[in-house]
């Protein structure tokens, strides 16, 4: 009897084993996070939103048929710096002390170290993140005599003063970066060199310039390792790289790839030219695409596919740069239905292309209609990592994670979103009110800022956008309740420092800015 009563614990004992470790099986892991983030491409140059598209872009349709379509999603800016700016902090660009317009190549750091950023949330949560691509918020280059650099010109003799075999300080490596590997500004701004952790992977040893229609960048220092056709083939195969390796650890990891493109230079490789039969543009854009089906395969192929979350967006409408004109003449409309283009407050230069696939948690082929801002991205990581967001991190961020259920309402998702162009103007939008705090584009389509024909227009503009997505009519006249309203909920977000629950902040603040960027008083 005592053996048999002994071989019953035994076995309970190891049944129990076997039953919490089938349980802890089965409980998911913290899923890996790649966000590909492209630079000036519109609503209208994936197929997948604009069906009359004459891209051909099968796999990042693919993507978005395995995923979820985020019909209505916006960057916080219609330009690069402050769109990074706001995907990396979870707050408003025009809350830092970058007011209006973009960063250069020799620019100083624009994120304080002490900030919580997107990555340091995950890297705090166990993740191993990395930074692959174009920076464009700044960080400070070692000098040859100490003192701080000044970007105010774009000759050669702009980056003299810095050394390049001393380390680089405030790089993406201190803003919660493992492993940080690219260049500093956009692909047209010196210097063109690749930074490493911290380090200059070569020493430039000449002077370049392009004056090219499409493949233009301006002069200044070059490394030798850095060929401007390669520079986005070499981050997507970099990317791939890292995420063959880490998909061999335990720990979850965080991608952050930062593409330079389909931004100028417009340089797609003499196996694209011609593809797409349309421009230059367009052949760059289909070798993206491209590369975009190899690292969903190679997500695959590492049997990480199924806890994956991947996100493919973009900065900013698409540019004038690229020759939307000529496209148009063809009948490729970048913006889609959309009015204005990159740098303007129209919705051609914020409303962005935005796909989210995660086939544990998200049904393929489900689109969303809320909507949404890349600022949300730092609250959505955070959630999903466990972590919760203290009062002054990610102020103007909402977790994506209940609209990633197809089949549940959300209600009140977020209260409203606040757009921002390359001058300083702001737009505000609730439901399907948005209220702009301009009298034209605030940006380089017609009528831009100054332009004599702004002179009998109205101070601001309303459009309602389930019926005029075009913005073509403006009812601020129609519904001055409504523009008093949005002008006191804009004001309530700039004074307290955020537009989500929570203590206020202070924002960073430049003597005598606020009025240039259209602070509103009440």
Same mark, same amino acid.
Not at 2 to 10: C, E, G, M
Not at 117 to 134: D, E, N, P
Not at 363 to 373: N, Y
Not at 451 to 461: F, G, N, S
């Given at each position: 009897?005592?053996?048999?009563? +002994? ?5 309970? /004992? ?15 892991? +913290?899923?890996?996070? =790649? ?8 609503? @209208? ?82 993740? #191993?993140?990395?930074?692959? @691509? ?9 000098? &040859? ?24 300080? #405030? ?23 690749? &930074? ?47 995420? +063959? ?49 190899? &690292?969903?395969?190679? =997500? ?40 204005? #283009? ?43 990592? @466990? ?12 977790? /994506?994670?209940? /609209? ?60 309602? /956008?389930?019926?005029?997505? @075009? ?22 977000? =700039? ?28």
């Amino acid at each position: 009897m005592k053996n048999t009563i +002994q071989s019953l614990a035994i076995f309970c /004992l190891l049944f129990s084993s076997f039953s919490c470790s089938e349980v802890a099986k089965e409980q998911p892991k +913290q899923p890996n996070i =790649i966000v590909i983030l492209a630079d000036d491409l519109g609503y @209208g140059d994936i197929k997948a939103f604009n069906p009359e598209s004459k891209i051909k872009t099968p796999h990042i349709d693919q993507l978005a048929s395995e995923g979820m379509r985020f019909t209505d999603a916006h960057t916080p800016s219609a330009v690069c710096t402050p769109t990074r700016y706001g995907f990396m902090t979870g707050r408003y660009n025009w809350r830092s002390t970058l007011k209006s317009g973009v960063l250069t190549g020799n620019s100083t750091a624009l994120i304080p170290d002490n900030r919580t950023t997107i990555a340091s949330v995950l890297k705090g949560q166990g993740y #191993h993140t990395a930074f692959i @691509g174009k920076w464009h918020l700044g960080w400070n280059w070692a000098t &040859v005599d100490g003192d701080s650099l000044t970007a105010d010109g774009w000759g050669p003799n702009d980056f003299e003063n810095i050394d390049f075999a001393k380390p680089v300080k #405030h790089t993406p490596n201190d803003l919660g970066f493992d492993y940080a590997y690219g260049h500093a500004g956009s692909l047209d701004m010196a210097p063109y060199v690749y &930074v490493e952790n911290g380090k200059v992977t070569a020493i430039p040893d000449t002077v370049t310039v392009n004056t090219g229609k499409y493949s233009w960048w301006r002069e200044g220092p070059t490394s030798p390792d850095f060929d401007h056709e390669k520079v986005t083939p070499n981050f997507f195969e970099r990317s791939i790289a890292y995420i +063959q390796e880490q998909a061999k650890e335990e720990k979850p990891f965080f991608l952050y790839l930062a593409l330079p493109s389909p931004h100028t230079p417009i340089l797609p490789p003499a196996e694209w030219q011609g593809k797409s039969g349309l421009a230059p543009f367009g052949d760059f854009m289909m070798m993206i695409d491209d590369y975009v089906g190899k &690292v969903n395969q190679a =997500i695959k192929e590492a049997g990480i596919a199924d806890n994956t979350l991947v996100i493919f967006t973009s900065d900013n409408g698409g540019s004038p740069a690229a020759g939307l004109d000529v496209m148009q003449a063809a009948g490729h409309f970048s913006s889609y239905i959309y009015r204005g #283009h990159k740098a303007d407050i129209f919705e051609g230069g914020h409303r962005v292309p935005f796909i989210a696939k995660w086939p544990a948690k998200i049904q393929a082929g489900t689109t969303r209609s809320e909507t949404i801002c890349l600022t949300d991205l730092m609250a959505t990581s955070a959630e999903i990592s @466990g972590y919760e967001l203290k009062d002054n991190e990610g102020e103007d961020s909402y977790s /994506l994670v209940s /609209l990633f259920d197809a089949d549940k309402k959300a209600e009140q998702f977020r209260e409203a979103t606040v757009s921002h162009s390359i001058n300083g103007s702001f737009a505000i939008r609730q439901g399907d009110w948005k209220l702009i705090m301009a009298k034209g584009s605030g940006g380089w389509s017609f009528p831009k800022p100054n332009d004599p024909a702004e002179a009998e227009l109205p101070e601001v503009q309303l459009y309602n /956008l389930a019926s005029d997505p @075009g913005e073509t009519i403006n009812l601020q006249a129609e519904n001055p309740e409504k523009v008093a309203s949005l002008k006191t909920l804009l004001s309530k977000y =700039i004074k307290e420092g955020r537009s989500t629950p929570g203590a206020p902040q202070a924002n960073d603040k430049i003597e005598g800015e606020w009025k240039q960027i259209g602070f509103v008083e009440e």
